[in-house]
Nanobody
Framework: QLQLVESGGGLVQPGGSLRLSCAAS????????IGWFRQAPGKEREGVSC????????NYADSVQGRFTISRDNDKKTVYLQMNSLKPEDTAVYYC??????????????????WGRGTQVTVSS
């Protein structure tokens, strides 16, 4: 069974940090571009960051630029999202998603086909 699994979410105070992980079960994440997206209550799912299959290209939403860092360890078949200086407005369910490496690298929600179930991030004092 092909499955994406996000982990690393939790409750953190404003200004704190979390590192999210995205791992694959049943397929090799190495052959996919990966995107991180988030959805807050009552809001649409929005893009946070993307990384190409090789790791050479990354993109960030303006709202997280300079605070979040996406990376991948293809040996461990895992993609990470390091989140620093967290703000209450970062509170959301965070999802990772895949796009096959055979397709051009893109970073819009509609470009990704397989999604994980998400991990909750809550930033609150």
């Amino acid at each position: 069974q092909l499955q994406l699994v996000e982990s690393g979410g939790g409750l953190v105070q404003p200004g704190g940090s979390l590192r999210l992980s995205c791992a694959a079960s049943g397929f090799d994440l190495t052959y996919y571009h990966i995107g991180w997206f988030r959805q807050a209550p009552g809001k649409e799912r929005e893009g946070v960051s993307c990384i190409s299959s090789s790791g050479d290209t990354t993109n960030y939403a303006d709202s997280v630029q300079g605070r979040f860092t996406i990376s991948r360890d293809n040996d461990k078949k895992t993609v990470y999202l390091q989140m620093n200086s967290l703000k209450p407005e970062d509170t959301a369910v965070y999802y990772c998603a895949t796009r096959p490496f055979s397709l051009p690298y893109r970073c819009a929600r509609g470009d990704f086909g397989s999604w994980g179930r998400g991990t909750q991030v809550t930033v609150s004092s």
